[in-house]
């Protein structure tokens, strides 16, 4: 992973965290391919949301129902111009109140400086074995 490359995902998760989709969007590739498992544990759908424009409606689907919601990555990894973050996910539902914490995993693929991919896991091994795939 480049430093820059690195970097890119590290700003583009506290621009998550911090709910600033402006610059969320800036690291992210005009034709991002972005793979949530969080709407389907929230009893959606799996879906694919590409775009800056599907990931406005990724985080208005999320912010509908979450009050809280925060990635903590405590390793990154790399594989050419991928990422490989294993950590945590905290939600706090909106009308519950519940809070809900669970191992998470996410591949980001890179170019240019940009997330042109996402996948997300909360089983952080589904991930890395994406990174045994692809060394």
């Known amino acids: 992973m480049s430093p820059a490359n690195g970097e890119a995902f590290k700003r583009a998760i506290e621009a998550y965290n ?3 989709v402006e610059a969320l969007l800036r690291e992210l590739d005009t034709e991002i391919e ?3 498992v969080l709407p389907v544990v929230l009893g959606g759908d799996a879906t694919v949301y590409r775009g800056h424009e599907g990931v406005r409606q990724l985080l208005r689907d999320l912010d509908e129902v979450l009050a809280e919601r925060h990635l903590d990555f405590s390793e990154i990894r790399e ?3 991928q990422v490989v973050a294993i950590g ?3 939600i706090r539902g909106k009308s519950s109140g519940a809070l809900s914490e669970s191992p998470f995993g996410c591949v980001a693929e890179l170019k240019n400086g ?3 991919r996402i996948q997300t896991y909360l089983d952080p091994s589904d991930a890395l074995e994406h990174l ?3 060394s």
Do not use: E, Q
């Open 132 to 134: 045994g795939r692809v």
């Open 34 to 36: 972005w793979r949530p």
């Open 114 to 116: 940009k997330l042109t």
């Open 79 to 81: 594989a050419g111009d």
């Open 18 to 20: 911090r709910r600033n």
């Open 88 to 90: 945590s996910l905290r």
